[in-house]
T-cell receptor, first 114, second 113 residues
């Protein structure tokens, strides 16, 4: 498994601002993912964070709204840009390795947009 | 495409009751199957997994068996505790596409003392 931390754990933000969420893993991992979990809902994959190249976004998510960085094999950031109340969700980072088909999740960032 | 269906919640049980949460899946390949648990205010934790037909995953008293003939992976526990109150997610990973995960909608379990 892997130990994953996220910062911040929660935040309350104003409409129109941006928030950057950090994900740190205690070991090098092949794959890093960002998910959104809207209130009372299941998980929706936003994008796969690729080390040293642009992230791969899922349908309905765009780089201008959710820019992602992954400078090395243990760290990634997700920015939620120009926020609106509809962006209020839990944002989860997860990691995986090519040698296994399991994903491990961070504790999540609880975002409220007013 | 691949999909996961779970029984609708919420499920409310008394302590020491028997738990079953149904999960069925649709996949074109031979997926691995997972149960994740999300305790209040926390992220997802891997509860158990199975990678091929007839495999049984188990952890913390929970069990699930990979049934290829019925495309199911039902979660069971013989005697639930108040501390088991959480949301349970069934998921599959289609190994043909690496780490492509599909999650079910989640089932909220409340266990009353």
């Amino acid at each position: 498994s892997a130990v994953i931390s996220q910062k911040p754990s929660r935040d309350i933000c104003q409409r129109g601002t941006s928030l950057t969420i950090q994900c740190q893993v205690d070991s090098q991992v092949t794959m890093m993912f960002w998910y959104r979990q809207q209130p009372g809902q299941s998980l929706t994959l936003i994008a796969t964070a690729n080390q040293g190249s642009e992230a791969t976004y899922e349908s309905g998510f765009v780089i201008d709204k959710f820019p992602i960085s992954r400078p090395n094999l243990t760290f990634s950031t997700l920015t939620v840009s120009n926020m609106s109340p509809e962006d209020s969700s839990i944002y989860l980072c997860s990691v995986g390795k090519l040698s296994t088909d399991t994903q491990y999740f961070g504790p999540g960032t609880r975002l409220t947009v007013l | 495409g691949d999909s996961v269906t779970q029984m609708e919640g919420p499920v409310t049980l008394s302590e020491e009751a028997f738990l079953t949460i149904n999960c069925t899946y649709t996949a074109t390949g031979y997926p691995s199957l997972f149960w994740y648990v999300q305790y209040p205010g926390e992220g997802l934790q891997l509860l158990l997994k199975a990678t091929k037909a007839d495999d049984k995953g188990s952890n913390k008293g929970f069990e699930a068996t990979y049934r290829k003939e019925t495309t199911s992976f039902h979660l069971e526990k013989g005697s639930v505790q108040v501390s088991d109150s959480a949301v349970y997610f069934c998921a599959l990973s289609d190994k043909n596409y690496g780490q492509n995960f599909v999650f079910g909608p989640g089932t909220r379990l409340s266990v009353l003392p």
